[in-house]
T-cell receptor, first 109, second 115 residues
Framework: GQNIDQPTEMTATEGAIVQINCTYQ??????LFWYQQHAGEAPTFLSY??LDGLEEKGRFSSFLSRSKGYSYLLLKELQMKDSASYLC??????????WGAGTKLIIKP | DGGITQSPKYLFRKEGQNVTLSCEQN?????MYWYRQDPGQGLRLIYY???????QKGDIAEGYSVSREKKESFPLTVTSAQKNPTAFYLC??????????????FGAGSRLTVL
C-alpha cells in the first residue's frame, strides 16, 4: 500500500533549527512536496523535490533520498510565525498525491 | 487565497440535508480538486477535474457529487448519503511551477458541521 509517515507533533525554540522527517512508500515516484498549514487556514506550497539532494529556499530547506524513501524539511532561525502544521506529500506513478497527516510544530519563546 | 474563492467558510447542516460548497477561480487553470481534511489524517481526494465537462472520482467519492460546467467553477455537493460529512473541505487548482512540479494552490476552505 501507499503510505506517508511523519511525526505528529514537534516542539522547538525560537531562533533554533528544527528538522521534520517524512518517510514514504508510493507506487512509483514523481516527487515529494512539503506544504505549510496554519491552524484553520489552507495549506501553502513550500517545496518540491524529485532528485536526491538538498533544495534551499531562504530559511527553509528540503532534502530527498529516493533510495531510502526519506525526506526532511529543515527550518532555520525559527520564528513564532513558523508555528504551523507541515504536510508531506508524495506523488505516485499516476501523478496522484499521497498525503501524510502532518506534523504540528510548536515554537516556544 | 490566490484567486480561488470558497464559500461558505462555515456551514451547518442537519442530517439528511444536501449541501453545496462553492469553489470559483479566476486564474484560468484547467485542473481543479476537492479534498477533505480530518484531524489526524492526511488530505483525501474526493473528486478532480482536468477539463470542463469532465471529472474523475478520487479516493473517497461516495456520498459526494460535483459538476464542471464552466472552467472557473467546480462546486461540490455533500449528499445525505455521506455518513460522516463533518470535516474541513479544501478546493485547489493545479499548475506547474518553474521546476515542472504540479503545485496545488488551495482555497481558504469550508468547514462543514453536521448537527
Amino acid at each position: 500500500g501507499q503510505n506517508i509517515d511523519q511525526p505528529t507533533e514537534m516542539t522547538a525554540t525560537e531562533g533554533a533549527i528544527v528538522q521534520i522527517n517524512c518517510t514514504y512508500q508510493t507506487s512509483g515516484f514523481n516527487g515529494l512536496f512539503w506544504y505549510q498549514q496554519h491552524a484553520g487556514e489552507a495549506p501553502t506550497f513550500l517545496s518540491y523535490n524529485v532528485l536526491d539532494g538538498l533544495e534551499e529556499k531562504g530559511r527553509f530547506s528540503s532534502f530527498l533520498s529516493r533510495s531510502k524513501g526519506y525526506s526532511y524539511l529543515l527550518l532555520k532561525e525559527l520564528q513564532m510565525k513558523d508555528s504551523a502544521s507541515y504536510l508531506c506529500a508524495g506523488m505516485d506513478s499516476n501523478y496522484q498525491l499521497i498525503w501524510g497527516a502532518g506534523t504540528k510544530l510548536i515554537i516556544k519563546p | 487565497d490566490g484567486g480561488i474563492t470558497q464559500s461558505p467558510k462555515y456551514l451547518f447542516r442537519k442530517e439528511g440535508q444536501n449541501v453545496t460548497l462553492s469553489c470559483e477561480q479566476n486564474l484560468n487553470h484547467d485542473a481543479m480538486y476537492w479534498y477533505r481534511q480530518d484531524p489526524g489524517q492526511g488530505l483525501r481526494l474526493i473528486y478532480y477535474s482536468q477539463i470542463v465537462n469532465d471529472f474523475q472520482k478520487g479516493d473517497i467519492a461516495e456520498g459526494y457529487s460535483v459538476s464542471r460546467e464552466k472552467k472557473e467553477s467546480f462546486p461540490l455537493t455533500v449528499t445525505s448519503a455521506q455518513k460522516n460529512p463533518t470535516a474541513f473541505y479544501l478546493c485547489a487548482i493545479g499548475d506547474r511551477d518553474g521546476s515542472g512540479a504540479n503545485v496545488l494552490t488551495f482555497g481558504a476552505g469550508s468547514r462543514l458541521t453536521v448537527l
